[in-house]
């Protein structure tokens, strides 16, 4: 499915993976500034934007079936070992590729990637993922789609922001949300833990948000915490989305990683 990437430029590969809700549009203002020597690859991930339909909701959902997906659309580097860079659960998707093909990967660079599965189940974190898993369960039962929409949308973005956006996003967001369900379930149920991301043979780069939420943060600091090679670096001002909403700062960072 062609339509379902965005290439740019020459060079070494890049390839670019979108939080859930999105699609790979959302990298768009990185490939126009993309530094030179780089030819990326903006995915559209399982159910959102041009790629394959959200699957049958009644199977169990794994990344591995994320990762052939990747397999089918991008293939990996022969010659020259890639970066890959992701958002939220892009960035989960992309460290398990990474992890599951190693050879071909030079370093990866992620945004607060959603590896809940990393967590102490007795930790804050996982609590609040509870609690948020649990209202979006309640919301689909009682009022559907776009009530479950509003509380994963103002999780991460806080209270209100769903009703704020313009109603063609709103429809747009409420359209793909039954692959959300999905996301939580692949990265609940990881097949690595903590102890191959400090084997990891490539680098790993890490950003956040100063204002996200504790589970992203507890993510980052048990992935940071399990081997001193992994560097991490904080926009205060930002959170969550902070690719989307601390654009220029963000963006002119990840320029930065690249080469």
Same mark, same amino acid.
């Given at each position: 499915?062609?339509?379902?990437?965005?290439?740019?430029?020459?060079?070494?590969?890049?390839?670019?993976?979108?939080?859930?809700?999105?699609?790979?549009?959302?990298?768009?203002?990185?490939?126009?500034?993309?530094?030179?020597?780089?030819?990326?690859?903006?995915?559209?991930?399982?159910?959102?934007?041009?790629?394959?339909?959200?699957?049958?909701?009644?199977?169990?959902?794994?990344?591995?079936?994320?990762?052939?997906?990747? &397999?089918?659309?991008?293939?990996? $580097?022969? !010659?020259?070992?890639?970066?890959?860079? #992701?958002? *939220?659960?892009?960035? /989960?998707?992309?460290?398990?590729?990474?992890?599951?093909?190693?050879?071909?990967?030079?370093?990866?660079?992620?945004?607060?990637?959603?590896?809940?599965?990393?967590?102490?189940?007795?930790?804050?974190?996982?609590?609040?993922?509870?609690?948020?898993?649990?209202?979006?369960?309640?919301?689909?039962?009682?009022?559907?789609?776009?009530?479950?929409?509003?509380?994963?949308?103002?999780?991460?973005?806080?209270?209100?922001?769903?009703?704020?956006?313009?109603?063609?996003?709103?429809?747009?967001?409420?359209?793909?949300?039954?692959?959300?369900?999905?996301?939580?379930?692949?990265?609940?149920?990881?097949?690595?833990?903590? &102890?191959?991301?400090?084997?990891? $043979?490539? !680098?790993?780069?890490?950003?956040?948000? #100063?204002? *996200?939420?504790?589970? /992203?943060?507890?993510?980052?600091?048990?992935?940071?915490?399990?081997?001193?090679?992994?560097?991490?670096?904080?926009?205060?001002?930002?959170?969550?989305?902070?690719?989307?909403?601390?654009?220029?700062?963000?963006?002119?960072?990840?320029?930065?990683?690249?080469?």
């Amino acid at each position: 499915m062609a339509k379902a990437q965005l290439t740019s430029g020459q060079g070494k590969p890049l390839l670019l993976l979108h939080s859930s809700l999105s699609s790979k549009l959302q990298w768009i203002p990185l490939l126009k500034r993309l530094p030179q020597g780089l030819q990326a690859t903006a995915l559209d991930l399982i159910g959102y934007g041009d790629a394959e339909s959200i699957p049958n909701a009644e199977v169990p959902f794994h990344l591995d079936r994320e990762l052939e997906w990747i &397999d089918r659309q991008w293939q990996c $580097p022969e !010659k020259e070992k890639a970066v890959l860079v #992701g958002h *939220s659960y892009g960035g /989960a998707v992309a460290l398990a590729w990474a992890l599951k093909n190693p050879s071909c990967v030079e370093r990866v660079v992620l945004y607060e990637p959603v590896l809940f599965g990393l967590l102490d189940k007795q930790s804050e974190g996982w609590k609040e993922i509870e609690s948020i898993t649990n209202t979006l369960n309640v919301a689909l039962k009682n009022k559907g789609w776009e009530e479950a929409t509003r509380a994963f949308v103002d999780y991460w973005s806080g209270a209100g922001t769903f009703d704020k956006l313009p109603p063609h996003l709103r429809s747009e967001f409420i359209k793909v949300m039954p692959k959300v369900p999905m996301d939580f379930e692949g990265i609940e149920h990881l097949s690595f833990g903590v &102890d191959a991301v400090a084997s990891a $043979p490539f !680098k790993i780069h890490l950003m956040k948000g #100063g204002l *996200s939420r504790k589970s /992203a943060h507890e993510v980052i600091a048990v992935m940071a915490g399990s081997s001193p090679d992994i560097e991490v670096c904080s926009f205060e001002k930002a959170g969550h989305m902070g690719p989307l909403t601390h654009q220029a700062d963000v963006m002119g960072t990840l320029c930065t990683l690249l080469i």
